[in-house]
């Protein structure tokens, strides 16, 4: 499957400590995306990585890429209740212009 | 103001009925998408469309027609709903294809 898989599905932590969401996939990318879902709401989208870039930082942000491994990961530091949603990461195949999402994982930040 | 919309939020409507979802966006974006979201959130592309276009048609049933009367507006018309329709349809356009995509609201269709 092209999708991939994103780990874990599902996330809980108390609010301060900070949250760590996994991606892999497995053709080679253009791109990658990560997007958050508020509850009942469209994706927004957060950051976009290329394939040549190994880290990128926005805010409280910071998102990894691994091409040898085949991996993304986002971080989320000093979490807030409002950091609450889904989070998801698409990928963008070398060989075409789609974007192709994963299941997500859904982060509750308990305040 | 908002950037992709799409009406109606909401939608109940029994089997075999027609029903259409309209979207618009006003970023002067090239490319348009529509995207189905099941129960389980998990996220998967319908169509896409550039410049009117159709460029991207996955495995979608011939029930689902797109239709783009110009690059700003791509429409979804569904013919004879069937129950396993039930899903949150997202409209979404991007300034090119795989570029960073922007989201409607989503429409909650349910079929009943």
């Known amino acids: 499957s092209q999708q991939g898989e994103e780990d874990p599905q599902a996330l809980s932590i108390q609010e301060g400590e900070n949250a760590t969401m996994n991606c892999s996939y497995k053709?080679?990318?253009?791109?990658l995306q990560w997007y958050r879902q508020n509850s009942g709401r469209g994706l927004v989208h957060l950051i976009l990585?290329?394939?040549?870039?190994r880290e990128k930082h926005s805010g409280r942000l910071r998102v990894t890429l691994d091409t040898s491994k085949k991996s993304s990961s986002l971080l989320i530091t000093a979490s807030r209740a409002a950091d609450t949603a889904s989070y998801f990461c698409?990928?963008?195949?070398?060989?075409?212009?789609?974007?192709?999402f994963g299941q997500g994982t859904t982060l509750q930040v308990k305040p | 103001d908002t950037a992709v919309s799409q009406t109606p939020k909401y939608l109940v409507t029994q089997m075999g009925n027609d029903k259409s979802i309209k979207c618009e966006q006003n970023?002067?974006?090239?490319?348009m998408y529509w995207y189905k979201q099941d129960s389980k959130k998990f996220l998967k592309i319908m169509f896409s469309?550039?410049?009117?276009?159709?460029?991207i048609n996955e495995t979608v049933p011939n029930r689902f027609s797109p239709k783009s009367p110009d690059k700003a507006h791509l429409n979804l018309h569904i013919n004879s709903l069937e129950l396993g329709d039930s899903a949150v349809y997202f409209c979404?356009?991007?300034?090119?294809?795989?570029?960073?995509?922007?989201f409607g609201e989503g429409s909650w269709l349910t079929v009943v």
């Open positions: 979404a356009s991007s300034r090119a294809q795989g570029d960073t995509i922007y």
């Open positions: 053709t080679s990318i253009n791109n």
């Open positions: 990585i290329r394939s040549n870039e």
């Open positions: 698409a990928r963008r195949p070398s060989n075409t212009g789609k974007l192709i």
């Open positions: 970023l002067g974006h090239d490319t």
């Open positions: 469309y550039n410049n009117k276009e159709l460029i």
